[in-house]
């Protein structure tokens, strides 16, 4: 599914074939997009909000306000949210709004927060679409960036035969598919991901691990995946998972196992990032016995192969090779010895003495060096806006 992961808000407008939409709704979550739909007050008039909700499989929007208790629907995180922004159809009357950056409506108002690229498909009679007016408003939205797909000719509702119907869905849906596709600098591209912990077996109950929880390595293989890239995801046991296009998940339990997929395949690559917490250590002998209760115990444990540190020696001279640091003391020393140490291109350090960064949470905050000397610090952020910076260095 190409749609896979991919965040599409649709704005549904007071036009006559705004039901229409449904059918586009339906054909972008059959690919696997999430899609959030914004109406405007009268385009409930031609389109079930019940329709749109069933087939989105998420709340329909309207107002400011969400209907049970005062609270507030978000249109700056809705603008933040969406990779694309189809307001479909698009009323002449909207399209005059959007001109001027009127913003009287949750719909409007989430025009102005928008980051990602932004389309209207106007539908409406010939005259209006011809007006003077409503050409000119599209001139300017095309200057500031919009794009518009142009109605396609034809008889229009109100019987009169000319240019104003919205396009149809599939060319619509069509359009929406091939911006994702060339949105892909990373297409052709194989990038192997490791993440989560590494449980090192001790008896066939127990196990030396660590609080890893994967999320970030599997942010930094969906971004990559999302970019067109084919992802290994070499995963260890986590409680999360993905269902993000274009990314196969290899899931292992101790580092042994975690080596042998990563060596396995990392030849073939062309961008290694080793996010997994490996444990440095294994019980050198496992109790295929349950072990049974003593006074004290002592576990021997052996060093486990250093994967990234493998690949860096083994490494061809097109790859890019990315580790990652955690640490709590002389941070920017250690990470800077292993970015040698291993051969490395990038290393990302996380510093355990940063609040809401590292182990469990959502957040992380690093910075990022590279060989060649540079130093990037990023401001606490969330894993998925981290992951993004990383996947924007191999851009
Ligand atoms: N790593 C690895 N294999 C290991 C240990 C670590 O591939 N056996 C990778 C991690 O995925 C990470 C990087 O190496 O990208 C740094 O790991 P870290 O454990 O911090 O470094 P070590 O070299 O093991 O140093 P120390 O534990 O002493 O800090």
Redesign the pocket.
Known sequence: MKLTGRNILLGVTGSIAAYKVTFLVRLLVKEGANVKVIVSTSAKEFVSPVVLSTLSKNKVLESFYKEEGFVWNNHVDLGLWADLFVIAPATANTLAKMNTGICDSLLTATILSARCPVWVAPAMDLDMYAHQSTQNNLTQLIDKGVKVLEPESGQLASGLEGQGRLQEPEVIFNQIKNFFTANSPLSGKKILV?AGPTYERIDPVRFIGNHSSGKMGYAIAEQAAMLGAEVTLVSGPVSITTNVAGINKVMVQT?DEMFEACTSVHKSMDVII???A?A?FKPKHFSDKKIKKKETMTIELEK?????KFMGANRNNYQTLI????ENDNEEF?AKG?LEK?NLDYIVLNSLNDKGAGFGHNTNKVTIYSKVGTRMPLPLMSKQEVAREIVSLLV
Not at 304 to 308: G, H, S, W
Not at 323 to 326: H, M, N, P, Y
Request: aromatic share 10%; glycine share 6%; net charge positive.
């Open positions: 490791s580092a080793m996010a997994a490996v440095d486990n192969k250093d994967i990234l580790g990652f640091a955690l250690y292993k291993k």
